[in-house]
């Protein structure tokens, strides 16, 4: 036990160096088969924030490309448009946006097209995307420009131009050539506007934020539907899947189960705080606390956690 704790902060440790020294030269990881995935570093949104703290990805097919996510600023969707663009020539068709935090979307401007008689790619989300993006609109951008200083600048907030619903029939499948890419958009879990998306040709799922790897879960959405969620993505027949934050795995189930045993862990400890009557506060330095060797940004985000889901269970 002890040897794995002290593997495990040392791997924390080189996991962090690692992910800035390949933030600063934004370091793109081939998966083959035309899958890239930019991994950000594990940083919270917070003091020294610089945008780039999640994965952005894309496909290529033989007519063109799709991104999925575009990262926390301006800044970060350039340097993934220039990365796409050392790839390949082809024309980005699609921006798709795994759902509504700023790490994920304010990156779309770079994609706009800077003379207008250029194609546009469609943007793609959620049902619940635009309104959302509306809603924090004011919010993010003063977040933004608090934070990211002059990399807010010019960081606009695009919204989708297609959108998929929940239980949509057909499934809304977006064809770049010789793939097509299947996006589900699910009930409230991480947030009110998740969409996953599926490769055809490797059978690659790129979650967003319906899997943390690495990093402490969060949410902001509804946790006895994330963990739901969890159990239907289980059932999944991807063979790889890249998560909202964290590395690339074929071992996914092995990622899910960790992060569902996190939920159910914290969703068990606020219920036995609320029942035994102890506060909000003091159920935030408690609640699943044998977790908190297994996460990077355990203690920031288990607290706004259950600062989001102590109220919500509190008249269940
Ligand atoms: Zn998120």
Known sequence: MRFLMISLSLLVLMGCAHNQAKAENFAIENLGDGIYVHHGVHLD??????????????????????VIDTGGSIK????????????????????????????HIYGNAAFLPSNPKEAKPEFVGHEKLANTMELRKEQYAKLNARLLGDDAKGSELVK???????NQVPSLNLDIGGR?????????????????????????????????IERTPVLEG????????????????????????????????????NEQRYFNTLLSDIRASIKKGESME????????????????????????????YPALEWE
């Open 45 to 66: 949104i917070d003091e020294g924030y610089h945008g780039d703290i999640c994965n952005a990805s894309f496909v290529v097919g033989s007519k063109g490309v799709a």
């Open 282 to 309: 003091s159920t935030m330095n408690t609640a699943a606390a044998t977790e908190k060797d297994k996460w990077l940004l355990f203690e920031v985000a288990n607290r706004r956690n259950v600062n989001t889901i």
């Open 160 to 166: 989708p131009t297609i959108s998929v619903k929940i």
């Open 222 to 257: 509804d946790i006895k539907g994330f963990i739901n969620m969890i159990e239907q993505l289980k059932t999944s027949h991807a063979t790889q899947v890249v998560p909202g934050h964290g590395y690339v795995t074929k071992d996914w189930l092995t990622a899910l189960n």
């Open 76 to 103: 970060v969707g350039n340097q993934l448009r220039e990365a796409i663009r050392k790839v390949t020539p082809l024309p980005v068709l699609y921006v798709i946006n795994t759902h509504v935090h700023p790490d």
């Open 180 to 212: 097509t890419l299947t996006l589900l958009a699910h009930p409230v879990a991480h947030t009110n506007t998740d969409v996953s998306v599926m490769d055809s040709k490797t059978s690659t799922l790129f979650t967003g934020d319906l899997l943390f």
